[in-house]
């Protein structure tokens, strides 16, 4: 028997910096709460916006695996790595901080904003050697399918993490939908629900609300309008 836990958007926590808005499905920094810790591997899922000319000045991290995805505008990454890079809607970054790293993340565009997602997901392996990764996706590839943007392959469709992670977008025209097979034993999936409304098995989802699904091989997921989401599968125990 499937197990689930529904996240409505507006019971996420909300810190707003002024110059940041972040929404928060789990614990952080000024957001505590015992219920909302993870969701397996699952760690950190921010739905952030960047004013313009603003950003997050160099900061560290270490034994954990960064994600971010655009949804819009331009952010500019620094590393101690000597890694700089834009980043965009239709990109992917991933960050293995591993034994340690430092980063910023700048906005350069006065006049607009920055809307990314910021996911961290615990490794499977500690203290390896930070690495920096960075692709630009087809977005085609996700329309009216499922396009898969993360895996634990190097060889594999996506960037890679240390973890037995698969990430999977898709945006999805009215009454489309589709089976999503777990990727391994043990894991489950957060369905994070970016715009629209979608249905997992008879679950209406909303915009931003989100569906973590465990102890099941596979799920219907129905689009009942035109809708955009990502599919987070994780370990549940690690």
Known sequence: ???????????????????????????????????????????????????????????????????????EGDLQHKDSMHNKAVIKNGDIQAMSAGTGIYHSEYNNDRNSDVKFLQIWIYPNKRNVTPR??????????????????????PDDAGVWIHQDAWFHLGKFDKDISTEYTIKKEGNGVYAFILDGEVEINGQVLNSRDALGIWDTDQFTIKANTEAEFLLIDVPMKF
């Open 1 to 71: 028997m499937s197990q689930t836990i529904l996240h409505k958007a507006e019971t996420r926590g909300h810190a707003n910096h002024g110059w940041l808005s972040s929404y928060q499905s789990f614990s952080f920094a000024g957001y505590y709460n015992p219920e909302r810790m993870n969701f397996g591997a699952l760690r950190v899922l921010n739905d952030d916006t960047v004013d313009g000319g603003m950003g997050f000045g160099e900061h560290p991290h270490d034994n954990m695996e960064i994600i971010s995805i655009p949804l």
């Open 132 to 153: 920096y990764d960075q692709i630009s996706l087809n977005l085609a590839d996700r329309h009216n399918k499922l396009q898969q943007v993360l895996s634990p392959n």
